[in-house]
C-alpha cells in the first residue's frame, strides 16, 4: 500500500448544491462537476477535501464504485488538484503539491541512482516550512521536519533507494517514498555513468545557468501557482510610493531647455544611424545637449492623481518613454566626467522639474562607477557622462505581483532604446553597458539595496 496520504491543494474548494458536494473549482475558473450531486462520489470528495487518507482507503476496491472513484480521484489529479504527503507514526514529513496542470504522479521506480538537480532550490516560505522547487518540475515538495533536510543533503551526490535508506536510517520503503515525491517534483533526476544527469547531457540545459531559468520560470505563468499581474496586493498595507521621488534639500540645477525639434533627420533615418560609440570626442558635451538629451528620454511631463474607480489607486507618470502601469519606477544617476557648464561629480535627474540635483557621495565610489563603465566597453578613455538606472522596486512590486522585476527589466530596455534614439537624433555618442557592480552603486550613492538599486548603466559622451 502507498505510504502517501491524499488531500485537496489548500486553493481548491469544494462546490455545493443543495448541501450536497457537487464539484470543485479553483481559481481561475477551472471547474470539475458531478454527474449529480450527492451520491457516493460526493461522499468521495468530501473526504478527498478533509485529507488523511491514502488512494486505497479513499477508493477502496473491487466494486464499481470503487472504480468510479479511481476514475474521479485520476480526473482531479489530472487538474493538479491533490497534494501527496508522506507520513511516518502519524507525522507528515514532506508535501508534494502541484504547480500547473501539466503536473503527473510518477513514481521513481527502478534501483538506480538518483541525485539532486542543479536547478533544485530551497527556500523558507511564510508559514516556516522549507520549500524544496525546480524550475523544470510541476511541483513544489515542503519540508515539514528537520529529518528531511538529510535526506535531501544525501542527494547531492548519486543515491539509489538502498543506499538512501541506509545512509538516512530510513525503511527502504520510506526511502523509495521519498525518492518518488522529489522525483515527480523534478528536485531529483536519475544518474548515468560517473553520476552524471541528463542535464549534465542536453546542450540546451547545459546553455542555461541556474539563476536565469529560475527567474524565467518564476517571472511568467506556467510553472509556479503565484498570483500573476496588477493584484495591488499591498493595498490597504503599505502606501504605494509616490510618482516622484522627494527632492533633496537645496536647490537643484535647472537644465535647458531644447529649442524647437529639428526637421532632419527623419526618424527612420535615426533608427538606421543607432549606434553604439565608445569613445568620446575631444569636445565634451555640454549642459545645453545634456538638458535637450534629458528632456526627450526622461522628464515627467504630468502626474496623474490616483483615481480607484479607473483601477489605478496610485499616483501614474506620463513620460516620453511608456512604462508598466505608468508607474515610471527607474531614476537617473549621473557621474559626470566632464561636461561643459557642469561640475564632475554626481548627480540625480530630478524629471519633475528637469533639473539635477547634487548627490552627495563619496568621490572614489563614483570615480569607479566610471572606471567600471570604460572596462566594460573596452574604451581608451571613459565617457563623459554614466548614467545608472536605479529602480525604485517598490513602485512596482506594490501593484504587480510574480511580474515585478521581469517588468522592470523590460522597462529598463525600452528606456535604453530611447536614449539611443535620442543621442543619435542630437549628435551624441551613446553605448548601453552590458552590467554594473550594483555594491558600488550603492556605495556611491548611499541608497539601501533593497529599496533602490542599479538595474542597467548606459554611457553617453559629446
Not at 56 to 71: D, I, N, Q, V
Not at 359 to 379: E, F, I, K, T, V
Amino acid at each position: 500500500m502507498t505510504p502517501f496520504v491524499l488531500a485537496l491543494k489548500p486553493t481548491v474548494r469544494l462546490v455545493a448544491t443543495e448541501g450536497q458536494p457537487a464539484g470543485l473549482e479553483e481559481p481561475g475558473n477551472r471547474r470539475l462537476r458531478l454527474p449529480r450531486a450527492g451520491g457516493f462520489l460526493g461522499d468521495f470528495l468530501q473526504a478527498l477535501a478533509q485529507g488523511g487518507r491514502t488512494g486505497e482507503e479513499l477508493c477502496g476496491s473491487g466494486t464499481r464504485e470503487a472504480l468510479e472513484r479511481r476514475c474521479l480521484l485520476a480526473q482531479v489529479e489530472r487538474e493538479g488538484w491533490v497534494r501527496y504527503s508522506l507520513a511516518r507514526d502519524g507525522r507528515v514529513l514532506a508535501t508534494l503539491e502541484p504547480l500547473a496542470q501539466e503536473f503527473r504522479f510518477r513514481e521513481a521506480g527502478g534501483d538506480g541512482p538518483w541525485r539532486l538537480s542543479r536547478f533544485a532550490w530551497m527556500r523558507r516560505r511564510e508559514d516556516g516550512a522549507l520549500a524544496l522547487e525546480s524550475p523544470l518540475g510541476f511541483g513544489r515538495v515542503v519540508l515539514l521536519e528537520p529529518e528531511t533536510l538529510e535526506w535531501v543533503g544525501r542527494l547531492g551526490q548519486p543515491q539509489t533507494p538502498d543506499g538512501l535508506a541506509a545512509a538516512a536510517g530510513l525503511a527502504p520503503t520510506l526511502a523509495r517514498a521519498a525518492l518518488d515525491l522529489l522525483a515527480a517534483a523534478g528536485a531529483v533526476v536519475p544518474c548515468g555513468p560517473g553520476g552524471q544527469v541528463p542535464e549534465d547531457r542536453d546542450p540546451d540545459l547545459r546553455a542555461w545557468e541556474f539563476h536565469d531559468l529560475l527567474f524565467h520560470s518564476r517571472s511568467r505563468p506556467g510553472r509556479h501557482d503565484d498570483p500573476v499581474g496588477g493584484t495591488c496586493r499591498f493595498l490597504g498595507d503599505l502606501d504605494p510610493l509616490p510618482a516622484l521621488k522627494p527632492a533633496l534639500p537645496g536647490p537643484g540645477i535647472p537644465l535647458p531647455e531644447p529649442g524647437p525639434p529639428p526637421r532632419e533627420p527623419g526618424f527612420f533615418q535615426v533608427l538606421e544611424a543607432r549606434r553604439s560609440i565608445r569613445a568620446p570626442r575631444a569636445e565634451p558635451i555640454t549642459l545645453a545637449q545634456l538638458g535637450a538629451f534629458l528632456h526627450h528620454v526622461a522628464r515627467v511631463r504630468a502626474v496623474l492623481p490616483p483615481d480607484p474607480v479607473a483601477g489605478r489607486p496610485y499616483e501614474a507618470v506620463v513620460s516620453p518613454c511608456p512604462g508598466g502601469g505608468g508607474l515610471h519606477e527607474i531614476e537617473l544617476y549621473l557621474s559626470v566626467a566632464r561636461c561643459a557648464g557642469l561640475d564632475p561629480g554626481l548627480y540625480h535627474y530630478a524629471a519633475g522639474g528637469h533639473a539635477l540635483e547634487p548627490w552627495p557621495g563619496p568621490d572614489a565610489a563614483s570615480a569607479r562607477l566610471l572606471g567600471q563603465a570604460q572596462a566594460a566597453m573596452g574604451a581608451a578613455a571613459g565617457p563623459d557622462i554614466l548614467f545608472t538606472l536605479a529602480a525604485r522596486i517598490r513602485r512596482v512590486s506594490w501593484k504587480y505581483q510574480t511580474i515585478a522585476y521581469a517588468l522592470i527589466l523590460k522597462n529598463t530596455g525600452v528606456l535604453f532604446q530611447q536614449m539611443y534614439l535620442v543621442a543619435t537624433a542630437l549628435g551624441l555618442a551613446p553605448c548601453a553597458i552590458g552590467a554594473g557592480d550594483t555594491q558600488v552603486f550603492a556605495r556611491a550613492s548611499g541608497l539601501e539595496y533593497a529599496r533602490e538599486t542599479s538595474v542597467g548603466e548606459f554611457a553617453l559622451s559629446g
